[in-house]
């Protein structure tokens, strides 16, 4: 059944950015508000929430890529790609956060169209960001492993701004779907940006370009980093003692050896662990955006608490990856505390003993990619 007509639809459909009808100029299609969740828990508790999410995500990865930039030790291939990670981060949280936040916070839409095209093309851009930036950490997770010594063989630096380069025009490209299908809708007294399909092809394009979405954007890149890990799984049940590395020759040897068989585990484990909440963080958006492209119904009390739910977490995502770094990595938090009380209290941990790359004091350190 249909919701019915109320002079209080705006808020509904301005919030509600995934949402069709087979005709989007008839604005009576919206439920009210008043109907589905109490206005005010969104007119003031999400938008503190997002507030929230905004500052503790660009301080987190802000002074993440801080302190990776400022330690030329870090300067590495898995380090650099948690910082183009954060940097997709920052962007999301400094360029389409805060339209949220007005949105939610607002009875009305007060952007323009532009302003509507760009902030759908951010967070698809971020989104692709995010997902191929943990792919490329899983792969290199995979070589540091399964294949060593083919860490060593060409030019680093210029392999991890090929494969940054790759990252963010592939993502781009993915992108501009969402700021060509965008647009700002306008009617008497409403405004709305609002996701327009082609007349031509209607919900079918909608349904099309959800389930490629969902394939591209999270299917097929969890399935490549799964690969990944199986084949990194398997080398290491089979023995950690049979991994090609340096020589085993001497006591040295081997306690060096198993020293990096950790460190790389640890390593690895770290990468799976940010791939665990991309996907608890997410999958309901995807959920949420499928079935609105296949839902008649028109939305319930459960569907708008879910949309909210997972706007929230997709956000979220964005702010959780320093601070995970930063539970999982002694050495990490050893700079971060160096960095953030500096200037508050004497500290023991001096400039040059962060900088002589010693084992306790590195977050990826290059022969061992240690976090």
């Not at 095209?117 to 950490?137: D, E, H, P, R, W």
């Not at 063989?153 to 392999?159: A, D, E, F, I, V």
């Not at 306690?255 to 585990?265: F, H, L, S, T």
Request: hydrophobic share 45%; charged share 15%; with cysteine.
């Amino acid at each position: 059944m249909k919701p019915e007509n109320n002079t209080n639809t705006l808020y509904q459909v301005s919030t509600d950015f995934d949402y069709y009808n087979h005709n989007a100029t008839n604005f009576s299609y919206y439920q009210s508000m008043d109907t589905v969740v109490d206005q005010q828990l969104m007119t003031i508790i999400v938008p503190i929430v997002f507030i929230w999410i905004m500052l503790i995500g660009v301080a987190g990865n802000g002074s993440l890529v801080y302190i990776v930039l400022k330690e030329k030790a870090l300067r590495t291939v898995p380090n650099a790609l948690i910082v183009n990670l954060s940097i997709g981060d920052l962007l999301l949280l400094i360029f389409s956060a805060p339209f949220f936040t007005i949105v939610f916070g607002s009875q009305k839409y007060p952007f323009n169209e532009f302003v509507c095209k760009m902030n759908a093309y951010l967070q698809t851009l971020c989104l692709g960001v995010s997902i191929f930036t943990l792919t490329a950490l899983s792969w290199d997770r995979y070589v540091a492993i399964v294949h060593p010594m083919n860490k060593h063989k060409g030019k680093p630096s210029l392999k991890i701004a090929i494969i940054v380069a790759v990252i963010w025009i592939t993502s781009a490209l993915i992108a501009i779907s969402d700021a060509w299908s965008y647009t700002l809708i306008e009617g008497p007294g409403v405004a709305i940006c609002f996701e327009v399909p082609p007349s031509i092809h209607g919900r079918t394009y909608l349904k099309a370009r959800g389930i490629s979405r969902f394939l591209l954007l999270f299917v097929i890149p969890l399935f490549v980093i799964g690969c990944f890990y199986v084949s990194m799984a398997k080398i290491l049940v089979k023995s950690s003692r049979e991994m090609p590395c340096e020589s085993t020759v001497g006591s040295s040897m081997n306690r060096q050896q198993q020293r990096q068989v950790r460190d790389r585990i640890k390593v690895a484990k770290f990468v799976l662990s940010l791939v665990a909440m991309f996907v608890f963080c997410w999958l309901p958006r995807h959920i949420y955006v499928m079935w609105f492209a296949w839902d008649d119904d028109g939305i319930t009390d459960f569907w708008m608490i879910f949309k909210i739910m997972s706007i929230c977490l997709m956000y979220a995502y964005s702010c959780v990856n320093p601070y995970a770094l930063f539970c999982l990595s002694r050495q990490f938090r050893k700079y971060y505390t160096f960095y953030l009380f500096r200037c508050c209290r004497r500290t023991r941990y001096r400039t040059n003993e962060f900088r002589r790359g010693s084992a306790s004091m590195t977050i990826v350190k290059s022969n061992s990619d240690n976090i």
